[in-house]
């Protein structure tokens, strides 16, 4: 398993303002994502957080609305760029584990909402 | 059509019933499943993976079905604790490649 911590559990912004979140996780990590998830609806991932690299970002998500930093196997953020009220959700960070990293553990999310 | 589906409920059951959840995935290829809870305002947990043979876990069972293509999740003496969504989970191989999740069951156990 994996502790981890992501901050800020909410927020509340304005139109056209950014917003960080990061996620810390208590051992080295090879895989990190971050997902989506709008009120009501499943999980969507944005993009998987590369370590030392470029994110892999999935169709519908760029890198300039969603920039992601990955400095070391225990760290990572998201920014939210340029927000929207389209943009309030609920953000989670992921960590996979597991003999062939097929286990998900999740941060404990940030609802964000913007005005 | 969804790559992976669920019925989105509610299902309401009283305390000590058996309910029963499916959810059907599109792509043939699929290699691993899951199922996660999740509670109202939380973030999703592993509730448990689904191999091939059927597994059980106290008062969980899953069960794989590849023939058509679907997962199941039983629960056998509802408890209150239960009232949760359940999402499914579809992974296109075992490395946890290309994880899809399903829109999620929500289940009310009443007393």
């Known amino acids: 398993s994996a502790v981890i911590s992501q901050k800020p559990s909410r927020d509340i912004c304005q139109r056209g303002t950014s917003l960080t979140i990061q996620c810390q996780v208590d051992?080295?990590?090879?895989?990190m994502f971050w997902y989506r998830q709008q009120p009501g609806q499943s999980l969507t991932l944005i993009a998987t957080?590369?370590?030392?690299?470029?994110?892999?970002?999935e169709s519908g998500f760029v890198i300039d609305k969603f920039p992601i930093s990955r400095p070391n196997l225990t760290f990572s953020t998201l920014t939210v760029s340029n927000m929207s009220p389209e943009d309030s959700s609920i953000y989670l960070c992921?960590?996979?584990?597991?003999?062939?990293?097929?286990?998900?553990?999740f941060g404990s999310g940030t609802q964000l909402s913007v005005l | 059509r969804k790559e992976v589906e669920q019925d989105p409920g509610p299902f309401n059951v009283p305390e000590g019933a058996t309910v029963a959840f499916n959810c059907t995935y599109s792509?043939?290829?699929?290699?691993?499943f899951f199922w996660y809870r999740q509670d109202c305002r939380k973030e999703p947990k592993l509730l448990m993976s689904?191999?091939?043979s059927g597994n059980e876990d106290g008062r969980f069972t899953a069960q794989l079905n590849r023939a058509s293509q679907y997962i199941s999740l039983l629960i056998r003496d509802s408890k209150l604790s239960d009232s949760a969504t359940y999402l499914c989970?579809?992974?296109?191989?075992?490395?946890?490649?290309?994880?899809?999740f399903g829109g999620g069951t929500r289940l009310m156990v009443k007393p």
């Open positions: 992921s960590v996979a584990t597991g003999a062939t990293n097929e286990k998900l553990f």
């Open positions: 051992s080295q990590v090879t895989m």
């Open positions: 957080a590369n370590q030392g690299s470029e994110a892999t970002y």
């Open positions: 792509n043939s290829a699929s290699q691993s």
């Open positions: 689904v191999y091939s």
């Open positions: 989970v579809v992974a296109f191989d075992n490395a946890g490649n290309m994880l899809t």
